[in-house]
């Protein structure tokens, strides 16, 4: 690189170019999981549209990689790479809503968060992450699985529109009526297509939920997960919710006897009417002794930053993941085996329902496949310390390899370890083909190939 060109990209960036001599570079490279250790050729703060255009132009005529970074929460660290341009959209995060149109507009690299602080205001939601801190950016672009999946679909399918920036530098609009290839692409395709500066949403009324986690006996738990399976198949789509694998941490509403013990939780999430919410969660209290909740009306905004204190941002990571058609007797089997042996409080394993609402969409209708699955089952190893990194990893190796051959060939995108990329065809099942085209069509170069990558 010659100093002219750094230069030239220090004038042209009206955010920040952090370079590795730069004060602060060890800062600006870090992402969420901390076992990712990645050295960028550089890390541009884009604050707007045209530096995101300037970052994508300065990558192309160095013949370097873009790694794009929202909420920075990728598991495999695709928000940053050796020797990339990491443009990081941190500093994107404005929100407009239109509560009358029932649309939100987000730049590129808000997060769960924000969107929901600024819809709850006027009682609306889309479907979101569990977790605030993660961004609107990846998930969305994967798939989007949340509380509301089962009623209004994936956020992907909430996607109305979306501004993309494309390997060559240009701005195109992407939606049902423009672009429309490049907006089919983004819906489920991941990163792979550009850089999506702003994403329109649909919104719907949900201010107030009725729900919170419930703790049974792990030896309830295969009386739990066989319930869920046949409860979910036709349970009203205002309900949303999935058992997980938890070591109760320190809090109130837990035994303290019982803190740090491991067992099955089930995190409920009534969007319907709110007095009908104690109702809807009557077969939770009756399918088996609890042993600890908190359950009650709570905002939706409240459920969904309830679990950011587990997750705190410098754990290590290592996740794997499955659609599941049928959650069989013999899955349940291999849940049970692995489950109770969830090593740290960090860790989980979430089984999500995605039907309802994510099956009315056609498997074609966007990129994201897999419309016939019930269940996106998530292996989240999540530990402090790096010492421990063996034995985690391992329990999650283990686990997968238990419940993988029960399961479908592909899974969720955005739950896949850097390991998984060869399950790529798999993920998209009969929308490959058709990905691979308009990946050739918008990034022949695979300059956006930091990410579960589509090769052109
Ligand atoms: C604690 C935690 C909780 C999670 N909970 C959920 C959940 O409830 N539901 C769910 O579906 N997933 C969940 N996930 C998975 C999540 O969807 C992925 O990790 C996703 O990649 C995160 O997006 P991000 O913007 O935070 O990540 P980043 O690391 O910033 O980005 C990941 C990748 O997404 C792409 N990308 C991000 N933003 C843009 C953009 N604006 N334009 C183009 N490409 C972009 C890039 O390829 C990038 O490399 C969770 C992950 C974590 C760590």
Same mark, same amino acid.
């Given at each position: 690189m010659t100093t002219a060109s750094v230069d030239r990209l220090r004038d042209r960036i009206q955010g920040e170019v952090v370079m590795p001599n730069d004060q602060g570079y060890d800062d600006a490279r870090r992402v969420y999981n901390a076992m990712i250790d990645r050295r960028p050729h550089v890390v541009i703060r884009c604050v707007g549209t045209e530096d995101v255009v300037t970052a994508v132009e300065y990558a192309r005529a160095n013949l370097l990689p873009v790694a794009v970074r929202g909420g920075a929460h990728s598991v495999p660290g695709f928000g940053t790479a050796d020797d990339a341009v990491v443009v990081d959209l941190a500093g994107m995060r404005q929100m407009a809503v239109d509560p009358e149109a029932r649309l939100a507009r987000a730049k590129g690299g808000t997060t769960w968060g924000v969107f929901n602080e600024a819809t709850s205001r006027h009682g609306l939601a889309t479907t979101g992450g569990?977790?605030? %801190? %993660?961004?609107v950016g990846g998930l969305t672009l994967g798939g989007g699985i949340g509380y509301l999946a089962r009623g209004v679909g994936l956020s992907c399918d909430n996607l109305s529109s979306a501004e993309v920036v494309t390997a060559d530098g240009r701005i195109l609009q992407a939606s049902e009526s423009e672009n429309e290839d490049l907006f089919w692409a983004i819906r489920g395709g991941g990163g792979n297509f550009g850089v999506v500066t702003e994403f329109e949403f649909r919104l719907h009324p949900v201010a107030e939920i009725y729900g919170g986690p419930i703790f049974y006996e792990l030896e309830d738990a295969g009386t739990v997960l066989r319930f869920y399976r046949d409860f979910i198949k036709d349970a009203p789509e205002s309900f949303g919710g999935f058992p997980a694998w938890q070591i109760a941490p320190p809090l109130p509403f837990i035994p303290e006897e019982r803190h740090g013990e491991p067992f099955l939780a089930f995190v409920t999430c009534w969007a319907g009417p709110l007095d009908e919410g104690e109702k809807a969660l009557e077969p939770f209290r009756e399918v088996a002794p609890i042993v600890a909740e908190h359950v009650g009306p709570m905002p939706y905004t409240a459920l969904n930053s309830a679990f950011d204190a587990l997750v705190p941002a410098g754990l290590q990571h290592y996740w794997k993941a499955n659609f599941v058609a049928e959650l069989t007797d013999e899955a349940i089997e291999a849940h049970l085996t692995h489950g109770p042996q969830v090593p740290v409080v960090n860790s989980t394993v979430h089984i999500y329902p995605i039907n309802g609402a994510c099956h009315r969409v056609a498997a074609d209708a966007t990129a994201f496949a897999y419309r016939d699955a019930n269940f996106a089952t998530v292996i989240a190893g999540m530990w402090p310390d790096p010492a421990e990194n063996e034995a985690n990893t391992k329990w999650v190796r283990d686990y997968y390899e238990a419940t993988a051959p029960l399961s479908e060939e592909g899974g969720y995108i955005n739950f896949m370890a850097a390991d998984d990329q060869d399950r790529i065809r798999a993920n998209y099942k009969g929308n490959y083909d058709r990905l691979v085209e308009i990946k050739r069509r918008y990034d022949p170069e695979n300059v956006f190939r930091v990410n579960q990558n589509i090769k052109p």
């Open positions: 569990v977790i605030s %801190t %993660t961004g």
